[in-house]
């Protein structure tokens, strides 16, 4: 099992960050989409690493940013066997349309430099994971997502479950923040790789 630390979180933050992760958002969209790239060649990286070490089986999972990663993970590289996105946001234009006060500030930005709501859902397009193809076969795609987030709502699982073709999904009762039954649905991601990933 490895964790690894994103861009801009934790001890990659940049100095003077107010909160772990605010690079990713500090920079608009653009900035955004490149610290995405970086994330995606960061865990290429560390699959080619693993492979070298001999590791001949990778899953991948993530929550929230990380689900969204994982998902787009999931597209570009087909050495995952099982993709397991957890209450991920996959439009985060639209999410950010939806966080108050971050929406106020949002939209005096987008009044201020003449930016319509096209043009930012154009630029996500990029990094976004409903933008590709899914590598990863349908049968080891699994969401999860909780039924009362209000970070992650679940209509942006629902968008990649419909994305995915429709794939394995959990819902659970809980936000972004308190996963109740959450050994529940560690339970089922164990059922759900049992036959591929341990043998």
């Avoid at 987008?110 to 409903?130: F, G, N, V």
Wanted: negative net charge.
């Amino acid at each position: 099992m490895l964790l690894y630390t994103m861009p801009f979180h934790g001890s990659r933050a940049e100095k003077g960050s107010p909160f772990s992760g605010y690079g990713f958002f500090a920079h608009g969209f653009s900035g955004f989409a490149e610290a995405m790239a970086q994330a995606v060649h960061d865990f290429r990286s560390i699959i080619d690493y693993l492979e070298f070490t001999g590791v001949d089986r990778i899953a991948l999972t993530g929550m929230s940013l990380g689900g969204y990663t994982s998902a787009l993970i999931a597209s570009v590289d087909d050495r995952i066997q099982a993709v397991i996105p957890n209450v991920p946001v996959v439009t985060p234009d639209q999410t950010v349309d939806e966080w108050f006060p971050a929406n106020k500030v949002v939209e005096l930005r987008s009044r201020l430099s003449h930016t319509d709501s096209e043009l930012t859902k154009a630029a996500t397009l990029y990094s976004s994971p409903l933008n590709y193809q899914p590598l990863v076969p349908k049968d080891r795609r699994l969401i999860i997502t909780g039924l009362g987030d209000r970070l992650a709502p679940p209509e942006q699982a629902e968008m990649l479950w419909e994305h995915w073709d429709r794939c394995a999904f959990h819902w659970f009762p809980g936000n972004h923040i308190l996963h109740v039954s959450q050994p529940d649905y560690l339970r089922r991601m164990t059922r759900f790789m049992r036959d591929f990933m341990f043998d």
